[in-house]
């Protein structure tokens, strides 16, 4: 799936809903620019409290790292399956 992106000034941005393919996956994730004009990953899970009341977990991320964090994970993955 393509990126969505949307032109914004530093500091707001859009967050989308994630298409998820496991369980521990966020339920939205977006890059925008934060407002010292870096490029941040933005992710959020929905969750629930013991008594059931919904609550948001909200990740800011330098975009790069997290990236590079996806690629040790894909590598470990694949060389744990060979």
Not at 11 to 32: C, L
Not at 36 to 52: F, S
């Amino acid at each position: 799936m393509a990126k969505k992106t949307n032109k914004v000034d530093k500091g707001i941005g859009f967050i989308w809903s994630n298409d998820k393919t496991a369980d521990n996956q966020p339920d939205f994730k977006q890059e925008m620019i934060n407002l010292d004009g870096k490029k941040v990953e933005a992710t959020i899970w929905i969750k629930k409290t013991a008594n059931g009341k919904p609550y948001a977990l909200l990740k800011l991320q330098d975009a790069v790292e997290a990236e590079h964090e996806r690629h040790e994970y894909r590598m470990a993955k694949l060389q744990g399956a060979a």
